[in-house]
């Protein structure tokens, strides 16, 4: 049952509703898990480990939507930032890590936009919140069929 949150973002245009698809939540959980594995092969360089490691926490957090039944409204601005705050309602993550993961978000759009360097300390944290996130996700969305 989606929660109140959920319901006020869609009625604000934030989320679209959609019809669940278990095919298409295991592809984007693949995708997460293809991006993890690309994120920890140290041969790629730091800021393609991170944006893999980015795109992994990301393809998480819309596959846990896509089981509440939303989707992000991509046409607006801002669509990384909701879809990240909503695991706490999606997967029950806690606040705390849901304000790194963001942080995380922003770290991205500088390195994408403003060509800031990674450092290695935040490659090794998108690494770890990734994969704490792939194990709350298998517990979480574990498949129905």
Sequence with gaps: MPSEAL???ARIG??????FSQAL???MLATAQSRLTDARRTENSTETRFDCAYTAIRAIADAALLKHGYRTSTSKPGHHQVTIQCLAHTLGVDLAVVRVLDGLRKQRNLSD???ELITDQALSEC????IRLQQIAAT?????T
């Design 127 to 130: 690494i770890e919140q990734a």
């Design 7 to 9: 319901d006020n973002l």
């Design 14 to 19: 934030q989320l679209d509703k959609v019809t």
């Design 140 to 144: 979480k969305l574990a498949s129905t």
């Design 113 to 115: 936009y403003d060509g």
């Design 25 to 27: 939540m295991d592809k």
